[in-house]
């Protein structure tokens, strides 16, 4: 049961920034698309935006990690 | 680094004004600006009409030039230094050569637009008269009868049924309606009618508002089996006449392209001068131009005009006291080894002159967090072999060459990484080749890679805190003096936490949060009350790097289940086809995302500490070049 708990609480610390990490990269694709249609300049401040929102789901996967590390110690 | 900027000031009798642009254009390296505080009785060149009247028709015949260019499918270059200069007759030439070129063009274009369009309908008459040859050969039998062809769009079979309801409801039985599916997706209709019905049909066509395909006057109209052996003769005629007509084009390109090409550089030269001219300022008898040029380069400007008009111009450097240094326009100039790196400064605003060229730190960090995400010797090798062909189809100095040249950087460093973690496709090497990783297992040393990420990231982001000071400290002291606090405070931390894990010597605890305390005042009084907030941001820069452990494992484990691909699908053939397709969009993924979070690491992680964006660009008044225009 313990080990069941483990797991899914490292499910939960990648899948729920990962969820996160979607809408907002859904919520700034079209928009960051739509801006550059206009001003293609704009295209590094794209990668940034879209790159930006990732770091959730980054972090998420390395307190995963850190979970089941302790979780098998 | 950003290379030095002397403010030129040239002064001269005003006759001599056009003959002194003509030399600095020769010269092509100075970025003319207007002239700083007016003098009493210094005003401004002003265009006199005559000049702007010039200066509409040089771009009304650049602009005929241009397209008489790219109809003939010509490539514009610049003008021979050794060509002499042109005159006002050869501008008036190349005027009329523009014009009459560029109509030529035009009726070529129009031409071979209009002979393909013709090649496409009878293509669709062909497929047309294919799907119903045996019935319009029979049409014959139905002399009084009026047949329509109509194409309906593919998947159209509503409109169909609604077509043939109509008919039905309008005119009874008194119609053949016949469909076939052609090769091109559409379908075929040929409605055949008795001639009485034919205006009801032809407004139930209309307002149905399908495409009916009536056959052109130019074949004879009528019955389409008569039309038809005369729209193939002609559809055999056509590649003659397009082949006539590229034979066309490509004689005037051979006979005027030569001429059209200098008489483009030439017009962009002498518009160029008229727009540069009221960036200079004159007196009665005076002119004054003033600019950048690097530094290096004022002998040879002072040297030129001394030749050319001996001591009737004079050369003067403004002081440096005089003027702003955001106003001067950045030239970056690095080590052959940095200089294709340059490509990722110039994808933000260039930094201001007088602060920090990051290139250097760039070509060193950005190929090593790309090869430690990779961090495999075959990647690696792939990504070397890709960067050698890129290299090779590219041109000296452009955009693909550069982004060449730092794909082949990051191959090699994802090689060294691939050999210091032992992976080659990911665990391949070591079950066939016996590899053994240098450092660690990237698929199981998951904490020590984490522990290498962050500690990269603590070493960039203090190196970016440090640059800040140096940046900072001339202009902008207190700014120095937050930065200092902030790069003391982030170092304490750092030696607070690993003399608290044992990793340094416990005796480092007490100094360190020492310093620490003692910091954080002078923090919030150098940076304000917001310089808490900017210090927890940069512990969470320093975290922000755990990404390289995070992508490098996702990577590896990408490439780990491609291998296992091969014995978990039945057959060995199909498993290797699949491994290799699992391999190819791992590859393709590892050139993605690893370059865009290694970019995100510099703009926000590093650059956030010290870059000041905003610098002018430095565009010399000189020849036209492909380059300048872009």
Known sequence: MEAFGVVLAAALAVGLPALATAWAQSRIGPAIAASMAEKPELSTTAILMIAIPETMVILGFVVSVLILFRGAA | ?630
């Open chain 2, 1 to 630: 680094m950003i290379i030095e900027m002397a403010r030129l000031r040239i002064l001269g009798p005003r006759d001599r004004l056009g003959d002194v642009f003509d030399a600095l254009q020769d010269l092509g390296v100075m970025h003319l600006a207007e002239p700083g505080a007016p003098a009493p009785g210094v005003s401004p060149v002003e265009l006199t009409a005559a000049q702007r009247r010039e200066q509409r028709q040089l771009r009304r015949a650049l602009d005929h030039v241009d397209r008489a260019l790219a109809g003939l499918g010509l490539r514009a270059g610049p003008a021979s230094r050794a060509a002499p200069r042109a005159t006002r007759n050869d501008f008036a030439r190349w005027a009329r050569l523009g014009w009459r070129m560029r109509r030529a063009v035009d009726r070529l274009a129009t031409r071979e637009a209009a002979l393909q369009e013709e090649r496409a309908l009878i293509l669709k008459y062909q497929q047309f008269f294919g799907a119903f040859r045996a019935l319009l050969e029979s049409q014959s039998r139905w002399p009084s009868a009026t047949a329509y062809h109509v194409l309906l769009r593919g998947g159209e079979t509503e409109a169909l049924i609604r077509l043939r309801g109509s008919l039905r409801e309008l005119i009874g039985d008194a119609f053949e309606l016949y469909s076939q599916p052609l090769p091109s997706g559409e379908i075929a209709l040929l409605i055949v009618v008795a001639a009485p019905a034919a205006p009801q049909v032809e407004r139930i066509l209309a307002q149905a508002r399908v495409q009916e395909i009536p056959v052109p006057a130019s074949y004879g109209g009528g019955a389409l089996t008569e039309a038809i052996p005369r729209m193939l003769a002609r559809l055999s005629d056509l590649p003659a006449e397009l082949e006539a007509l590229r034979r066309e084009r490509a004689r005037l390109g051979q006979d005027h392209g030569a001429e059209l090409r200098r008489a483009r550089a030439s017009l962009a030269d002498r518009l160029g001068e008229l727009e540069a001219l009221p960036l200079s300022a004159v007196t009665a008898r005076a002119f004054v131009i003033e600019g950048w040029a690097p530094a290096r380069t004022r002998p040879t400007i002072e040297q030129r005009l001394a030749a050319g008009f001996g001591d009737a111009v004079v050369v003067t450097e403004v002081g440096k006291e005089d003027w702003a240094s955001e106003d001067a326009p950045v030239v970056l100039s690095n080590p052959r080894l940095f200089r294709p790196f340059e490509l990722l400064i110039r994808l933000l605003p260039l930094p201001r002159y007088g602060t920090i060229d990051p290139t250097p730190f760039v070509a060193v960090f950005f190929p090593a967090f790309f090869g430690l995400m990779v961090g495999d010797i075959g990647y690696g090798l792939l990504l070397g072999v890709l960067a050698l062909v890129l290299r090779r189809r590219s041109q000296p100095g452009s955009t693909l060459r550069s982004a060449a040249e730092i794909a082949g950087a990051c191959a090699v460093f994802t090689v060294l990484a691939g050999a210091l973690f032992g992976e080659l496709f990911g665990d391949l090497g070591r079950r066939w080749l016996g590899l053994r990783p240098i450092a660690f297992n990237r698929e199981e040393a998951l904490i020590p890679f984490l522990i290498l990420a962050v500690s990269l990231g603590a070493v960039h982001v203090v190196l970016g805190l440090a640059l800040g000071v140096a940046a900072n400290i001339r202009h902008h002291p207190r700014h120095a003096l937050g930065r200092g606090m902030s790069l003391v405070m982030i170092i304490a931390i750092i030696l607070a936490l690993l003399a608290a894990v044992h990793v340094l010597p416990d005796a480092l605890l007490t100094p360190a949060v020492i310093a620490l305390l003692a910091a954080f005042p002078v923090l919030i009084v150098a940076e304000g009350v917001v310089a808490p907030i900017e210090l927890l941001s940069t512990v969470g820069n320093v975290l922000s790097y755990a990404r390289i452990m995070a992508l490098g494992v996702a990577s590896v484990m990408l490439a780990v289940v491609a291998n296992r691909m091969v014995g978990a699908i039945g057959s060995v053939a199909v498993g290797v086809v699949f491994a290799l397709l699992f391999h190819l969009v791992n590859f393709a993924i590892a050139l993605f995302s690893p370059t865009i979070h290694a970019l995100r690491l510099h703009y926000v992680e590093f650059f956030g500490k010290f870059y000041s964006p905003g610098g002018v660009r430095y565009q010399p008044f000189g020849h036209w070049t492909r380059e300048a225009t872009r």
